[in-house]
T-cell receptor
């Protein structure tokens, strides 16, 4: 069964540094998402992406965050200047069409020190 | 504001016991409802979904859930749990036609052999 893959599985970075989290969605999916889960808290929506542009974003997704689909297969989340509170598990997901069930990757654990 | 509530944070059961995990949501419109499971060290996987029709939906691994519109609930059930059901269970909701999922805080299920 096709999978969403995320790299790296764990990223440690210093406060103020830029990080890029990478995802390869399922190939025939058209909708792409980033979610995050701070330890002990709920999974939170960050952003959705369709047709090469952001279709929806949450208030968490401020100017420090950006997403890109640079080459038709990868889908990246960039955090420009990381803060301690950005430490979380970041999940990428993809869906075939709007409202369809999402397929999630294994997540990237980001630790900001 | 939209929200999804899972009242049980941690449930501990013996094998063969019956399971019911609660999920309530607060949304004004027509919703699609999901249960996802996250086994230790793995990604979120879809257990079952409700879009329309029969409010009793059956998913994988013997799980089922019942949508009760008047109670804004979508409780997950399994008649007889197994040790391999030990995992975190997330209820999620999306408005029909919308892209982003709203998750509950999750319920950790521990099944004792």
């Amino acid at each position: 069964e096709p999978e969403v893959t995320q790299t790296p599985s764990h990223q440690v970075t210093q406060m103020g540094q830029e990080v890029i989290l990478r995802c390869v969605p399922i190939s025939n999916h058209l909708y792409f998402y980033w979610y995050r889960q701070i330890l002990g808290q709920k999974v939170e929506f960050l952003v959705s992406f369709y047709n090469n542009e952001i279709s929806e974003k949450s208030e968490i997704f401020d100017d420090q965050f950006s997403v890109e689909r640079p080459d038709g297969s990868n889908f990246t989340l960039k955090i420009r200047s990381t803060k301690l509170e950005d430490s979380a598990m970041y999940f990428c997901a993809s869906g075939q069409e709007s409202g369809s069930p999402l397929h999630f990757g294994n997540g990237t654990r980001l630790t900001v020190t | 504001a939209q929200s999804v509530s899972q009242h049980n944070h941690h449930v501990i059961l013996s094998e063969a016991a019956s399971l019911e995990l609660g999920c309530n949501y607060s949304y004004g419109g027509t919703v699609n409802l999901f249960w996802y499971v996250q086994y230790p060290g793995q990604h979120l996987q879809l257990l079952l979904k409700y879009f329309s029709g029969d409010p009793l939906v059956k998913g994988i691994k013997g799980f089922e859930a019942e949508f009760i519109k008047s109670k804004f609930s979508f409780n997950l059930r399994k008649p007889s749990v197994q040790w391999s059901d030990t995992a975190e269970y997330f209820c999620a909701v999306t408005l029909t036609g919308a892209n982003n999922l709203f998750f509950g805080t999750g319920t950790r299920l521990t099944v004792i052999p």
